[in-house]
């Protein structure tokens, strides 16, 4: 079991990623879709309701009427009504696309499991509502398609041992039809979306700085396609309902009534797909479960209650609380561990974090017992060691990442955002290496989120902590590149490293310091 | 430019976003599907209803109503049970469909329900729909038999009204 769905998320990260470079190609990595989907998904919904609320100032909600007002908005009012029906239709289909892309590709990517478990299994309700809302609302057209799904719906629910009468005797002729259950209807339509919102709303209750708007330009790009669509190929109707003739053949939307033609034959198995899908989907965090590594611990000794660290957390798993010991500040930071990932982004936010300290073991604010500051520095001696000839290049990488891929020498971290700025500084200050490589994930897809744009910001100067002014860039590279994306990181290796033999030797000008004797390696803590 | 993004780059985006809703736009009402073959007709019988069970009542003889405190001193002994409805759907002189249907309720004192579908080729047909209602061993309470004429696709829903003392076709 472990072994097969572990190369199915391996088999469609590779689609995944082919399809990510695509998009890279034509949105750029920052405005990739791939990389905003949740955010898309957002947007989509906010359309759809914006769309709908429109449109119910001018649908008529008694039963006789609601064709023909749908027929004359659809026809008489095209270009404002008739747009509004289509984006409302259109912007729902779209959000079934982009919900199942962000399940596959949250499974792709491993971020399901863990700590993580708590956002994919509110996406269940979320798939539930979202189907829910489709269909009721393809219900309230009362045209041919109307009459299809309510009957198979009904039929569908009839199955299940609730309902005393049948409601499918609902639709069984005209003359029986019930306004009330119309009614009823058009109540669950405006109900159940505002109940998806909420669990939408409840989704990205664990992570912090969720993205839930795409960025403007991208927002405005899906606006416009979607209007072009809507006058290109308006929404419509298939023909007003009629009980007394079977509405066959008619036109399904795809992608909320895929099940319907099953549930016709064999209803009692569209019930047993939907029963093992959604259970096996529950059960996915816990097949297997992620070996959970050690939270992040807070040694008091070294934190000053900065809050740092609660800043960078993705994953909402820090808060600052009153201090607890008899240290001069008024806060400490304090870790959830049943949030935590151990990412380490928080142990490379702290101003305590810097290798230069002399002590054997180096203490930080806030660190991750299976690889702490210490080790992280030990093994950046050793890769350094094993560095010969010249140029000497050091890959600082993310586990998630092409980088960790590269066989020469690679310091491998959860995130590269947890390497604090500092250990790049030394490696380059101390001569370790000639050129240092931070290797992240792409930009559309950071393991922990957050990790790329802070370490960007980080190196920018834009973000505590920042790295230091003296620090040669011409000696750093970054690379964001995935896995599968070698090419990439390889290519930017090598002109990389003609950069650096261009460069001239180490000409003593300062840029580059001396093994710091230990006053300066005490300088370098208060200037942190 | 428009927030640092060229302008060749954005109408490659827009042709994307075109594309991918002009895909929406296709699988919403495409390929089509029927639900039932070309050339038939779809008979729908459904209807609810409670069997009479007043012939079961046996009335108590003086002795059984003196062992009863008087204030269930009821002549008629009553079951709370209905019995099963029995139904019968004819076409064209063969059977199509014969149930016993057992009355809903965990005290059995529920209405009987039923509804299935059946296809039968467009055409004439004379169609005969019976159902006992009371308990006994043979023969029907009720029968109705029409001769229809259906156009293929068409929906006949044959429907039980107690109020108005039969089936009702149409
Ligand atoms: C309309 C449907 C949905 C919307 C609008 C939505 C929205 C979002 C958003 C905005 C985020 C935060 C992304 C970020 O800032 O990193 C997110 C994360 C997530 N979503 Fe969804 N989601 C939807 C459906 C689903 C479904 C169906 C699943 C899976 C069953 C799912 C699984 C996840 C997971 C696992 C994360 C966490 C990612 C992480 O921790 O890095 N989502 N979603
Ligand atoms: S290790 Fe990552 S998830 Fe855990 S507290 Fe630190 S930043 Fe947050
Ligand atoms: S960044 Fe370091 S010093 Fe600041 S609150 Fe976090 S652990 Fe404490």
Excluded at chain 1, 98 to 126: K, Q
Aim: aromatic share 10%.
């Amino acid at each position: 079991m472990e072994a097969v769905i572990s190369s199915l998320r391996s088999g469609l990260r590779r689609i995944f990623e082919s399809a990510e470079g695509l998009l890279d190609k034509i949105f750029g990595p920052k405005l990739n879709p791939f990389g905003q989907l949740g955010a898309i998904g957002y947007f989509l919904y906010w359309i759809v309701a914006a769309s709908g609320i429109y449109l119910f100032a001018v649908y008529d909600t008694g039963l006789e009427n609601t064709y023909e007002s749908i027929e004359w908005y659809t026809y008489d009012h095209w270009y404002h009504a008739g747009v509004m029906r289509s984006l409302h239709r259109y912007a729902s289909d779209l959000m079934v696309v982009m919900m199942l892309v962000h399940l596959a590709r949250e499974f792709a990517l491993d971020r399901y499991r863990g700590v993580r478990w708590f956002s994919w299994f509110t996406g269940i309700p979320v798939i539930w509502m979202v189907y829910i809302s489709g269909i009721t609302g393809y219900w309230l057209i009362w045209d041919k398609l109307a009459q299809y799904v309510a009957v198979t719906s009904t039929e569908l629910l009839d199955w299940l041992p609730i309902f005393g009468e049948p409601i499918a005797r609902n639709y069984l002729s005209g003359g029986v039809l019930s306004s009330r259950f119309f009614t009823l209807l058009i109540f669950l339509h405006v109900a159940v979306p505002l109940i998806l919102l909420f669990i939408m709303w409840v989704h990205i209750q664990r992570i912090s700085r969720p993205k839930v708007n795409p960025p403007r330009l991208l927002a405005g790009v899906i606006v416009v396609g979607l209007v072009i669509v809507s006058l290109w190929q308006p929404a419509l109707s298939q023909g007003p309902a009629d009980l007394t003739q079977e509405p066959s053949p008619v036109g399904l939307d795809w992608f909320y009534l895929p099940l319907y033609p099953l549930a016709d034959s064999n209803p009692g198995l569209v019930w047993l797909f939907l029963a093992v899908a959604t259970l096996l989907i529950g059960l996915m965090p816990w097949l297997p479960p992620l070996k959970k590594p050690k939270p992040a611990a807070v040694d008091l000794a070294h934190c000053n209650g900065c809050g740092r660290c609660v800043d960078d957390c993705p994953y909402e798993a820090l808060i600052l609380a009153p201090r607890s010991d008899d240290l001069p500040y008024s806060h400490e930071v304090a870790v959830n561990a049943s949030k935590c990932v151990s990412c380490g982004i928080c142990m490379g936010a702290c101003p305590s974090s810097t290798p230069f300290r002399r002590t054997a073991e180096l203490a930080t604010g806030i660190d991750i017992p299976d690889l702490p500051l210490t080790e992280v520095r030990g093994r950046v001696q050793e890769v350094a060691e094993t560095l010969t000839g010249a140029p000497r290049v050091l890959v600082i990488a993310c586990t998630h990442s092409a980088g960790a891929r590269h066989d020469g020498a690679v310091l491998a971290l959860p995130c590269v955002a947890m390497a604090p700025p500092p250990l790049i500084d030394y490696v380059l200050s101390r001569d370790l290496a000639d050129g240092v490589v931070v290797a992240g994930c792409a930009e559309r897809s950071c393991h922990n989120r957050l990790g790329v744009d802070w370490t960007k910001q980080r190196i920018a100067g834009e973000r505590d902590p920042y790295l230091r002014k003296r620090v040669p860039r011409e000696r750093l590279l970054t690379v964001w590149a995935s896995p599968t994306e070698g090419r990439v990181f390889r290519r930017e290796l090598a002109d990389f490293v003609d950069r650096l033999k261009a460069l001239p030797a180490d000409d003593g000008s300062g840029t580059r310091m001396p093994p710091a004797p230990s006053s300066a390696g005490a300088a370098e803590e208060k200037a942190l | 430019m428009i927030d640092g993004v060229s302008f060749p780059r954005i109408i490659g985006m827009l042709v994307f976003t075109v594309a991918l809703s002009a895909l929406a736009a296709v699988f919403d009402d495409w390929p089509r599907y029927s639900r039932i073959p070309d050339g038939m007709a779809v008979l729908k019988f459904s209807f609810t209803h409670g069997s009479d069970r007043s012939s079961l009542c046996k009335r108590r003889s003086r002795e059984e109503l003196q062992k009863l405190p008087p204030n269930k001193r009821v002549p008629l002994d009553c079951p709370r049970e209905r019995p099963p409805v029995v139904t019968e759907l004819e076409v064209n002189g063969e059977q199509l469909f014969f149930k016993s249907l057992p009355p809903s309720g965990i005290a059995k004192d529920g209405p009987s329900r039923l509804y299935e579908r059946f296809l039968v080729p467009a055409g004439d047909h004379t169609i005969t729909a019976r159902m006992r209602d009371t308990p006994r061993e043979e023969g029907f309470d009720y029968e109705s038999t029409r001769r229809v004429t259906l156009v293929p696709g068409q929906n006949l829903s044959i429907d039980f009204r107690h109020e108005t003392g039969g089936f009702v076709m149409n």
